[in-house]
């Protein structure tokens, strides 16, 4: 088991240090902040003078030198824009994003594994088939649709509910819901497939030849068992639900980290968005660590198919 913990903490941190390369380097292609922040008839002395400041002035190969010794040091950098540290400025912003984040995901795991249970053992009727028909399309869509649709609907035809901001608990209707559909729509179908699959092993039949009652047999042979690979399912889904926080934050000017990130890189301000794109990348790569090794401690035979 640890060996099998060891090889993927190497691989999550080969992962990380691949993203933290790639992004210093497309960053800087992308152009320098100064253009930014001196208006266009700025004298080639002010430009020099703030290069410098900032360690512009440098080849790459000493800039990304001096940021990976400052990350050993626990620096992460101060933005260029606001003049502050960028923990700071992702602090303030970390809880919006978590609250939306955990309501999506409450949402998502409530519908979509009683939807995808339904669907399972309701086969071939028509609501099951609409069912599965709505979580295809809703997996299928991509985020910033669902939402410009959601607003379309419930913020400027029917003024129901706030479009912007999170200011009240209506505020996160929108985009709870916008985060929460496509995370429905992939836990149904795959709860549905492992039920199905479930269904037709020999020790459900045999518990259903020794009478045992149905119900019983759906909850402690059929749900219990299609459960476990939902887990892995889970994991990769919480990743994505990250990634379209950025897209959703966005839409809906929720003040989280998905708008510190959009809006660092408009800025050029490569502190705060060098470190907004390596914490998410190592989030994601954290998730899918752990759930690889919940998999593991769950079904021994991972470990040993590693």
Not at 129 to 140: I, K, Q, S, V, W
Not at 276 to 305: F, K, M, T, W
């Amino acid at each position: 088991m640890l060996r099998f913990i060891a090889w993927r903490l190497g691989r999550a941190a080969l992962t990380v240090l691949l993203v933290l390369v790639g992004c210093f380097v497309a960053i800087r292609s992308a152009g320098s902040p100064v253009d930014i922040l001196y208006p266009e008839d700025a004298t080639p002395e002010q430009t020099a003078l703030l290069e410098k400041q900032w360690g512009l002035d440098r080849s790459l190969p000493e800039q990304f030198g001096l940021y990976v010794a400052n990350l050993a040091r626990g620096d992460f950098g101060v933005s260029i824009i606001e003049r502050r540290p960028v923990t700071h400025i992702y602090a303030e912003k970390l809880q919006p994003t978590l609250q939306l984040a955990g309501l999506a995901l409450l949402i998502g795991v409530c519908v979509g594994i009683p939807l995808g249970a339904i669907a399972a053992l309701r086969r071939g009727r028509a609501a099951a088939r609409a069912a599965m028909a709505l979580a295809f399309t809703g997996y299928a869509v991509p985020h910033f649709i669902i939402a410009i649709v959601l607003i379309l609907i419930f913020s400027y035809h029917l003024n129901w509910l706030p479009s912007t901001g999170a200011a009240s608990a209506w505020h996160y209707v929108l985009p709870a819901v916008t985060l929460a559909l496509p995370l429905i729509a992939a836990i149904a179908r795959y709860m549905r497939s492992t039920m199905l699959d479930v269904m037709n092993q020999d020790y459900v039949r045999t518990a259903r030849a020794k009478g045992v009652a149905e119900p019983r047999v759906v909850t402690l042979h059929v749900m219990r068992n299609a459960l476990l690979p939902l887990i892995t399912v889970l994991g990769l889904e919480v990743a994505g639900l990250i990634n379209g926080s950025l897209i959703v934050e966005t839409v809906f000017s929720w003040p989280g980290l998905g708008k510190v990130l959009t809006g660092s890189v408009s800025r050029r301000d490569f502190p705060v968005l060098q470190f907004g794109v390596i914490a998410y990348a190592i989030a994601v790569v954290s998730i899918n660590c752990l759930v690889d090794v919940l998999y593991a401690v769950a079904d021994p035979r991972v470990r040993v198919e590693s």
